[in-house]
């Protein structure tokens, strides 16, 4: 279980019946684990020159929760495909390495969206895998919320 997830304890009430008397009553707590209501998208916007294929991923980043969330990490690669990103459009600090594209959300408020815009140039190949993934980063012990896997061809 990480760390934004949250135990609640339940408890369930048994009646046992002989019949149609009550002979005992069980009051049993039942553990839950409540994980928050964080939502990734994305979309796909493609804008080809003569040489190179370039397109837009849009990334959202939706918090149905009603509390915030500090300290996230959201992740992005192409797997499939050699690219290079050209532009980044981000309210939050970010840094490209060679896995991909991290985005630091220091502060996500309650009930709010994040929006993301990747401007990418496809060098080669036709088929990718666009991945997000969105990691709680405390203590520098990151672990998944969400995964966000899917597959385009730019053909």
């Not at 046992?16 to 008397?21: D, M, R, W």
Request: glycine fraction near 4%.
């Amino acid at each position: 279980m990480n760390k934004l997830c949250r135990k609640k304890i339940y408890r369930s009430k048994i009646d046992l019946y002989a019949g149609s008397e009550s002979i005992a009553r069980q009051d049993i707590p039942i553990s839950i684990v409540v994980c928050p209501k964080l939502l990734l998208m994305q979309r796909f916007c493609k804008t080809d020159s003569a040489d190179f294929h370039n397109i837009k991923i849009i990334i959202t980043v939706f918090n149905y929760e009603h509390r915030g969330f500090n300290k996230l990490c959201l992740d992005h690669c192409l797997e499939g495909v050699t690219y290079t990103y050209l532009d980044v459009v981000s309210k939050d600090k970010f840094s490209i390495k060679a896995a991909g594209l991290n985005i630091w959300l220091e502060h996500m408020p309650s009930l709010s969206a994040r929006t993301y815009i990747l401007d990418i140039c496809i060098t080669s190949g036709s088929e990718f895998i666009s991945t997000i993934t969105l990691k709680e980063c405390i203590n520098c012990s990151p672990g998944i919320i969400r995964v966000c896997k899917c597959r385009q061809s730019i053909d």
